[in-house]
């Protein structure tokens, strides 16, 4: 137990459809960031939330979006699904005092057929 | 065993021998590095850190190793043992404080 808990953990959806993921960090983690995760490779940054704003983003189309709470609870959302969006989603959090401590949770499968 | 860095994603080791895994970091202006340790099904797991200012850090059986000059990054575990297979990653934060990953370096080890 991380501390920071993702879901679904497996969601199966169809090519063209709508997903919302959804995570929970520790009470005090103001800072999260979403990350792309395809089979044998390493994590790949799609965006950063600071305070409820987008303070950072990666190499990722604006089909990819977020929301962050004020429940330090936060959202990726991705319209318009492909089949190579097909992986592993992780949200990563931390606290302010903490630059460098983010928290990684065990991450939504996500299959587009 | 000792790996040859990136080229080569996969390290079996025996039982109580030391791993070594390598990763080549781009950024010269990164100035913290994380090594993270993923098991199937979870996301990553903090191991060791290490600030560009040091070139050695150790923590309890993991050593990391710091090379700015060739931009070189080693993980080092003694007495490897079959709880240490997963897969990991360096990962290397500069000034945004967001962690940019390496592709990962899959560690079997044998009983």
């Known amino acids: 137990e991380t501390g920071v808990t993702q879901s679904p953990t497996h969601l199966i959806k169809t090519r063209g459809q709508q997903v919302t993921l959804r995570c929970s960090s520790q009470s005090g983690h103001n800072t999260v960031s979403w990350y792309q995760q395809a089979l044998g490779q390493g994590p790949q940054f799609i965006f950063q939330?600071?305070?409820?704003?987008?303070?950072g983003r990666g190499n990722f189309p604006p089909r990819f979006s977020g929301l962050q709470f004020p429940n330090y609870s936060s959202e990726l959302n991705v319209n318009a699904l492909e089949l190579d969006d097909s992986a592993l989603y992780l949200c990563?959090?931390?606290?302010?005092?903490?630059?460098?401590?983010?928290?990684f949770g065990s991450g939504t499968r996500l299959t587009v057929v | 065993g000792e790996s040859v860095g990136l080229h080569l994603p996969t390290l079996s080791v025996q039982e109580g021998d030391n791993s070594i895994i390598n990763c080549a970091y781009s950024n010269s202006a990164s100035d913290y590095f994380i090594w993270y340790k993923q098991e199937s099904g979870k996301g990553p797991q903090f191991i060791i850190d290490?600030?560009?200012?040091?070139d050695k850090r150790q923590g309890q059986r993991v050593t990391v190793l710091l090379n700015k000059t060739v931009k070189h990054l080693s993980l080092q575990i003694a007495a490897t043992q079959p709880g240490d297979s997963a897969v990991y990653f360096c990962a290397e934060i500069g000034g945004s404080y967001i962690p940019t990953f390496g592709r990962g370096t899959s560690l079997i080890v044998h009983p």
């Open positions: 990563a959090s931390r606290h302010r005092t903490t630059p460098y401590g983010y928290t």
């Open positions: 939330y600071y305070r409820e704003e987008e303070n």
């Open positions: 290490i600030r560009s200012n040091m």
